[in-house]
């Protein structure tokens, strides 16, 4: 077999996971196979074999391309810039928008992904690890949350909110209130069209959790 350059090689496995990324916007990520990717990169059967040693392999590298390509973490970091002069709900209110605005424009792409691979580690944990175990750093959510903790942390720690609930308390009701508005957004949108679907848009749900948070650190109007 010739010897190929390391740029082809790269350009092979971008397309491949390019590929797998479209398949997963058209189906579930547990229902796509290797030979959909296959089919989709048009190659033969063993040779895509010669970049990716199974599907898993394929979908980690999707994930970090994923990452690379749609990341808002420099948007947080420039939102927290401003903490020094700026009031608490000011910086809650633009972080709320920039995950509204997030989730609403990759709902049906990474959000879904991500969304469905959640799923997927219901039912086959240890695939999951594997596919996700090898990649480093966080992800948007996980980025944007843990800076969101260690802020609200800081200034309830200084007296300057006085929260009605145990800190620890509000910290599992954002993670789960925000965890099931994006699975009902995504439901609703992605899978099957309910009644009141209209109801079960990122930004309107979202604008309630700021309005409750606002609430539970004492920051009402």
Known sequence: MPKVSEDYMQNKRKLIVQKAYDLCLEKTVSTVTMQDI??????????????????DEIFRDMLIDNRQRVTIKDKVDDIFAKEEDTEVRVILHELFDLLADFMTKELMGIVKINFELSVLSMNEPQRV??????????????????KTVSYLNKH??????????????????????????????????????????????????????????????????
């Not at 596919?131 to 996980?142: D, H, K, V």
């Not at 699975?183 to 992605?190: A, D, K, L, T």
């Open 38 to 55: 296959i089919d989709a990169a048009e190659l033969s059967q063993g040779g895509i074999y010669r970049f990716y040693k199974n599907i």
């Open 129 to 146: 690890e594997k596919i996700l175990g090898s990649i480093e750093g966080t992800g948007n959510f996980e980025y944007l949350f843990q």
């Open 156 to 221: 309830i720690a200084s007296g300057h909110l006085s929260p009605k609930i145990k800190t620890e308390e509000i910290i599992t009701y954002l993670t789960s209130s925000y965890n099931g508005i994006e699975m009902s957004c995504i439901i609703n949108h992605c899978y099957k069209k309910l009644p009141l679907m209209e109801w079960y848009v990122p930004k309107t749900q979202l604008k309630t959790l700021e309005t409750t948070l606002y609430y539970l650190l004492g920051l009402e109007d």
